[in-house]
C-alpha cells in the first residue's frame, strides 16, 4: 500500500490562504488504511481548519467528500460538479490522486494535503514500514523475499556492508540489518550457497528513479 503523512496544519493553512470555497477531499483506500486521509482524516481536517481560520479572521467555506479511489477517473467523474463548484480541492490522497485529479479536471486548483512517503507494509497497530521501492526489476527470489533496495539503507545488492553489528544497520540500532535477515532466511531454508551467487549491477533505468515509468497492456486496451 502507498503509506502518507498529512502536512502540518500551518503548511496547509498556507496553501488554502488564497481560497474562499474549498473542497477537503479524503480517499477511500490506501490513505484510509493508515489514517491519513479518508473520510474520517477529512473531516477532522475540515474542522480545525474552520477553527484555525476564524480565528484568524478568514471567511472560508470547508466542505468534505471521500470518493473511494482518487486515482481512478470513474470515481472523479462521481464528484465533477463539486469539484468544480469549489475553488481549490485539497486532496488527502498520495500524489498520484492529486495528480489524477489535475489531469481529469486541467481547470482545477489543487493542492496536496498528504505528504506520500513509501510503498509499505501495515507491520503491527499503527506501525507501516517501507517494503518496495518499485526499482522496476524485483530480485526477491533471489534474496528469500526481503528486499535489499527499500530495506538496506545502502540498497546493496551482494551482502552486508561493515557497518552491520548484532543483526542491526549501522544507521539506526533498532533496525533490522536487511543482509542480515537475508542470511537468517537462506540459512532456514537451506539455500545459504545463494549468498555466493553475485547479483549484476542493476539497470537503474527500470526504477521509478529512472523517469517516468508506464505499464500497458494491449489485451486489456480497448482502442
Ligand atoms: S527488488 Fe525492487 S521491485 Fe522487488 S521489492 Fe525490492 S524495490 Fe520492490
Ligand atoms: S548495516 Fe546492513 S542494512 Fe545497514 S547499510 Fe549495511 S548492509 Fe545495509
Redo the contacts with the bound molecule.
Sequence with gaps: MIVGEQKPLEEIKEMVADYERILILGCGTCVTVCFTGGEKEAGILASALRMATKIDGQEKAFDEATVQRQCEWEFLDAIEDKIKEHDLILSMACGIGVQAIVERFPEARVAPAVDTTFLGLPEEHGLWTE??????????HLTAGI?P??RCAKSLLNGPCGGSQNGKCEIDPEVPCAWQLIYDRLKAQGRLDQMLEIIPVKDWSTSRDGGPRKLVREDLRTD
Design positions: 517494503r518496495c521501492a518499485a526499482c522496476g526489476t524485483c530480485v526477491l528486499c533496495i527499500a
